[in-house]
């Protein structure tokens, strides 16, 4: 018998050969997991609308210009009307999640504080997210779709949208691109 590992706060990297248009070069931070399935939040998936955009749909005014910025992520093609805030340090908001360091927020408050400049200092945006059933992730990465490592939050946070496929590799040790899309079996 084997001891399951869930892989809660840590990154899921799209291995090459993954040809899922949803899931292609993505990066998942997984919020989530346990024997009852997974859930994550695609972040290098940045959207055609910033989080302006998020104030004015939800009639919030917005006094920070730096905020209104900030991009929205397509965090996953599962309730892809829902938004969710990662978000360090963790604050104290109405509807919120604890993993590892971080916290991930779902309520209006914490829209509104960004909106006022007083919200957490580093935050990713997402709309939706991804979800695997129970034993469906274990299969997936059985077959070599992903990789996965411990989150990084400079990564999460502080490298560029187009690089964090390539840099969450990286913290493997990994340069993703050299790894062929074709597997193998001898």
Not at 45 to 57: A, H, Y
Not at 62 to 90: K, T
Not at 162 to 183: F, N, Q
Request: net charge negative.
């Amino acid at each position: 018998m084997f001891e399951t590992t869930y892989l809660t706060d840590q990154f899921l990297i799209a291995m090459p050969n993954l040809s899922d248009p949803k899931f292609s070069k993505t990066v998942t931070y997984i919020c989530m997991h346990d024997e009852n399935g997974a859930m994550g939040i695609v972040i290098n998936r940045p959207m055609d609308i910033d989080l302006g955009d998020v104030f004015e749909n939800m009639e919030i005014e917005a006094e920070d210009p730096h905020a209104q910025r900030l991009p929205i992520f397509e965090g996953g093609p599962v309730q892809s009307e829902r938004g969710f805030v990662i978000h360090q340090p963790i604050g104290k908001w109405d509807a919120m999640l604890h993993v590892g360091h971080l916290g991930i927020a779902t309520s209006r408050d914490i829209i509104s504080s960004l909106a006022k400049g007083e919200g957490p200092n580093d935050v990713l945006i997402a709309l939706g997210y991804a979800g695997w059933q129970a034993g469906q992730l274990e299969h997936e990465l059985a077959n070599n779709a992903w990789l996965n490592t411990p989150a990084d939050y400079n990564v999460l946070f502080n490298t560029p949208i187009e690089h964090r496929w390539e840099a969450a590799a990286a913290t493997m040790g990994i340069d993703i691109k050299l790894i062929s899309p074709v597997a193998g079996n001898g």
